[in-house]
């Protein structure tokens, strides 16, 4: 029985079993993308500017990352919606449908949910830690300054 249920469900494939088309990039955006990504240890993909997000989840994205203290020297943001082939060309280069995007030391790391979910687990963090991409931490105790007064005649 159950055989005959595989034969005659063969009659009764649909197209939307077919596997779509895959669009490439162009060698030109792939290297493109490939220095933007390389440009800093965390790389945000984002609509707006860290300064003026344009969409509530590069907002969130932005101020978490910002929460975490990531050291803005090491941090480099993209605005997809300045130029349509970065916004198109950049989710066909991770694979990942939405924007933001969010990468580290040359890693896709993932999109606000996954930041987020990370960020509550501490994983964010660990990551950011890891690959040297937080605000140096002061040193809590001050250094004795070897202060000498001047001469003064």
Do not use: H
Request: negative net charge.
């Amino acid at each position: 029985m159950f055989r005959r249920a595989l034969v005659n469900s063969s009659r009764f494939q649909t197209v939307s079993t077919r596997i779509a088309p895959a669009r490439f990039i162009s060698t030109e955006i792939k290297d493109a993308l490939d220095k933007a990504v390389a440009s800093s240890p965390v790389v945000l993909f984002m609509k707006g500017t860290p300064e003026f997000p344009q969409c509530g989840f590069s907002r969130a994205t932005i101020q978490m990352l910002g929460q975490q203290g990531v050291d803005p020297d090491k941090f480099s943001a993209y605005n997809v919606l300045e130029d349509p082939e970065l916004r198109e060309g950049i989710k066909e280069y991770s694979s990942w449908p939405t924007i933001p995007q969010l990468y580290v030391n040359k890693e896709f790391v993932g999109g606000c949910d996954i930041v987020m979910s990370m960020a509550k687990t501490g994983e964010l963090a660990e990551l950011l830690e890891a690959n040297d991409a937080l605000i140096p931490e002061e040193d809590e105790e001050p250094q004795s300054a070897n202060i000498k007064p001047s001469d003064r005649s």
